[in-house]
């Protein structure tokens, strides 16, 4: 069964060691890190399944999809 999930890559400024910071949204768990974004993603892609096994071990079926989705919002304050 194949999952859609957002994934979040932050680039981390070379004053704090350069790379990318990573992770989904919808599994906590689900982080890691690369020295580039491809490695990042191929982490990312590896910790996420390393998750959703875990917890399919643990709790006999896979968790639930939850959608999320993002949008800009303005407010005048």
Do not use: H, W
Request: aromatic fraction near 10%.
């Amino acid at each position: 069964m194949e999952f859609t999930f957002t994934a979040v890559y932050e680039e981390v400024p070379e004053s704090e060691g350069g790379g990318y910071c990573a992770y989904v949204e919808e599994v906590p768990g689900a982080v890691t890190q690369g020295d580039t974004l491809d490695e990042a993603r191929e982490n990312l892609k590896e910790a996420l399944q390393l998750v959703l096994e875990a917890n399919r071990d643990l709790l006999g079926s896979p968790i639930p999809v939850r959608k999320f989705f993002r949008e800009k919002i303005s407010v005048n304050a």
